[in-house]
Nanobody
Framework: QVQLVESGGGLVQAGGSLRLSCAASGRTFSKYILAWFRQSDGKEREFLADIGSSGGWVNYADSVKGRFTISRNNAESTLYLQMNNLKPEDTAVYYC????????????WGQGTQVTVSS
């Protein structure tokens, strides 16, 4: 198993930027496909982006494509989400998730970090 801890959330003005981090410990970090999700009050958890185990491929949801960038540093066992041009609708709790390639959905989750974007 892998343990995940998100950090970097906070309160920002619309148009501003934040960089979220997800630090991992436990089993080998580099074997996991990693993803970012978010969840607002009363809504289901929304997929944002994922990245291959070596960082060779990425996917983005349409809602964040062009504004958010997912990356990973396997040597540091850390996943990142650079968020630019933030909008009030980006306000949510942001979670990182991990899965082995054989699974479709994340099997392991962090506790989340709050991002609030003011207009």
């Amino acid at each position: 198993q892998v343990q995940l801890v998100e950090s970097g959330g906070g309160l920002v003005q619309a148009g501003g930027s934040l960089r979220l981090s997800c630090a991992a410990s436990g089993r080998t970090f580099s074997k996991y496909i990693l993803a970012w999700f978010r969840q607002s009050d009363g809504k289901e958890r929304e997929f944002l982006a994922d990245i291959g185990s070596s960082g060779g491929w990425v996917n983005y949801a349409d809602s964040v494509k062009g504004r958010f960038t997912i990356s990973r540093n396997n040597a540091e066992s850390t996943l990142y989400l650079q968020m630019n041009n933030l909008k009030p609708e980006d306000t949510a709790v942001y979670y990182c998730g991990a899965r082995e390639p054989a699974y479709r959905d994340p099997r392991y989750w962090g506790q989340g970090t709050q991002v609030t974007v003011s207009s």
